[in-house]
Structures are given as structure tokens and as C-alpha cells.
């Protein structure tokens, strides 16, 4: 099987259900976005810490999932779809890494080690696929838990770039105004 078929040479790519849309179209940015996140947070495997690794494996197949599920403007198919449980996993990693971090008292700057920029990167990069979501929302169904998971993503993602800048030991460098 070729990988190249020609025809979206014009601009225009199918969904799921074999629709033809533009590759500017609302639900195109929004999976398109959530692909480039998922890109980057494979730029970041392996982080040399096993747990976030394996962290960061599950998230891929959940944001394969919502690319898949974006992809579909129907709602009654069977494609997978991103529930609640997904959320409430982000959040108990996170409350799993609360003792490991010091409080934050000011923002921070998105940097430090090698993988922790990264993940500092793939965090701004979910805020816009949230962001694409929400705006694809506005027009066409859109699984609301999906939404909610890339909301929640990108905190883990800031989470997991302070501690691996703080196992790393970098110090976390606050903006000056």
C-alpha cells in the first residue's frame, strides 16, 4: 500500500466517515493539533525517568484517541472516545509528584533541562489544541471530556517538566517584571 494518494493535493482531506473537508477546517486544526502535540511529547520519550516514560506512553495513546475522535463527525460511531477515567488518571499522577515539588509562589519560566523544555514546549503546544477544540466545539459535537483531558494535559505537562527539572537539578527561574 502507497502512503501517498494525491488527493489532498487540492486542499481538501476525508474524515472518517469519508466527508471531504478543507485541511483548514475547524476539526482538521483541531486533531492536527493535538497530532503535533503528540509528536512533541515523543521528542521528549525517553526523559530518563522511567515513571514519567511510562506516563507519557499512555498519554500518546490517549491523545491518538482524540485525534481519532476529532476525526470523526459522527457521533453515534464506534470510534474510541476519551472518557473521565482518562482525566482522573492525569490528576492522580500529578497529585503523585505533589510531594516532590515545592510550592510554587510565582509563574515560572518555561525552561531547564533538556526534557523539561520540552515538556514546558509540548504543554503551550496542548493549550492551542485546547484551544482548536474549544473552537471546533462552537460549531460541530466535540466529546466534552475530550476537552477536558487536553485542559488537564497540559497542567500534567507543566507537573512533569517541574520534576524533571527538580530531579535534574535545575532550579526553577522565575520572570522578572
Known amino acids: ?15 472518517r466517515n469519508m466527508s471531504r473537508v478543507s485541511k483548514t477546517s475547524a476539526r482538521i486544526e483541531a ?3 493535538v497530532d503535533e502535540a503528540n509528536a512533541l511529547i515523543g521528542v521528549v520519550r525517553p526523559s ?8 507519557l506512553r499512555a498519554i500518546q495513546n490517549h ?7 476529532f476525526a470523526d463527525p459522527d457521533d453515534d460511531s464506534d470510534v474510541p472516545r476519551i472518557g473521565e477515567a482518562a482525566v482522573d488518571e492525569l490528576e492522580a499522577w500529578m497529585d503523585g509528584y505533589d510531594d516532590e515539588l515545592d510550592p510554587l ?8 533541562s533538556e526534557p523539561g523544555a520540552k515538556l514546558h514546549h509540548a ?13 471546533l466545539a462552537a460549531s460541530d459535537p466535540v466529546n466534552a471530556e475530550a476537552i477536558a483531558y487536553l485542559n488537564r494535559l497540559s497542567d ?19 520572570p522578572t517584571y
Open 31 to 33: 486533531y492536527g493539533t
Open 105 to 112: 509562589s510565582s509563574f515560572i519560566l518555561p525552561s531547564g
Open 156 to 174: 500534567a505537562l507543566f507537573v512533569f517538566g517541574r520534576v524533571v527539572n527538580k530531579r535534574e537539578g535545575v532550579p526553577e527561574e522565575s
Open 123 to 135: 504543554r503551550a503546544v496542548v493549550r492551542r489544541a485546547e484551544r482548536r477544540a474549544v473552537e
Open 63 to 69: 491523545l491518538h484517541i482524540i485525534q481519532a475522535d
Open 48 to 55: 530518563g525517568h522511567d515513571d514519567v516514560d511510562e506516563h
Open 1 to 15: 500500500m502507497k502512503i501517498y494518494t494525491g488527493r489532498g493535493d487540492e486542499g481538501m482531506t476525508d474524515l
